[in-house]
T-cell receptor, first 116, second 113 residues
Framework: AQKVTQAQTEISVVEKEDVTLDCVYETRDTTYYLFWYKQPPSGELVFLIR??????QNEISGRYSWNFQKSTSSFNFTITASQVVDSAVYFC?????????????FGTGTRLTVIP | KAGVTQTPRYLIKTRGQQVTLSCSPISGHRSVSWYQQTPGQGLQFLFE???????NKGNFPGRFSGRQFSNSRSEMNVSTLELGDSALYLC????????????FGEGSRLTVL
């Protein structure tokens, strides 16, 4: 059965600090996709990244970086030099199979508060 | 490029009533998915439609149904509303038929009294 665990319920950091959001997943499929989404107070989920199970390369996009490790079933997300605008709830999600399509299993989310 | 549009944004219903929510995907997107978000259960997949056909369905009772029209717009319906159906209902669209970036709308917040 599939499962996504975000053990950190809430995190508070002071502006300009780095912060890492943890995500651990479980799946029996060899083909799967991992996602990170940001949910600001407005409610909509904003796509941040998608990774397939065959691509373990880490990725950096501006102040954001992602560390995908199949050996530990983790897909962690780091924000460098955090800003107040980064305050939001962040969700990690899993989609299984080549035709898993848009059936995403979400973690419970991590609420990040960046204090000015 | 217009985003995913969901209507209504907020609505209040009473137990036993039914509700219909609408989702207009991004132009050119053919797949629409629906999710329910509650404080207790988090984000849960409801169903997905592609080319007017339901392709996947989550673990929800038959009171929850949906459909997709030829222009890719989608509606979901909840009949015989229960207090526990109070939630933010999110719609997402994706361009093709495979797995990719889901673009979400701002959601329809349903309150059942």
């Amino acid at each position: 059965a599939q499962k996504v665990t975000q053990a950190q319920t809430e995190i508070s950091v002071v502006e300009k600090e780095d912060v890492t959001l943890d995500c651990v997943y479980e799946t029996r499929d060899t083909t799967y996709y991992l996602f990170w989404y940001k949910q600001p107070p407005s409610g909509e989920l904003v796509f941040l990244i998608r990774r397939n199970s065959f691509d373990e390369q880490n990725e950096i996009s501006g102040r954001y970086s992602w560390n995908f490790q199949k050996s530990t079933s983790s897909f962690n997300f780091t924000i460098t030099a955090s800003q107040v605008v980064d305050s939001a709830v962040y969700f990690c999600a899993l989609s299984e199979g080549e035709t898993g399509a848009n059936n995403l299993f979400f973690g419970t989310g991590t609420r990040l508060t960046v204090i000015p | 490029k217009a985003g995913v549009t969901q209507t209504p944004r907020y609505l209040i219903k009473t137990r036993g009533q039914q509700v219909t929510l609408s989702c207009s995907p991004i132009s050119g997107h053919r797949s629409v998915s629906w999710y329910q978000q509650t404080p207790g259960q988090g984000l849960q997949f409801l169903f997905e439609y592609f080319s007017e056909t339901q392709r996947n369905k989550g673990n929800f009772p038959g009171r929850f149904s949906g459909r997709q029209f030829s222009n890719s717009r989608s509606e979901m319906n909840v009949s015989t509303l229960e207090l526990g159906d109070s939630a933010l209902y999110l719609c997402a669209s994706i361009q093709g038929g495979g797995t990719g970036e889901l673009f979400f709308g701002e959601g329809s917040r349903l309150t059942v009294l």
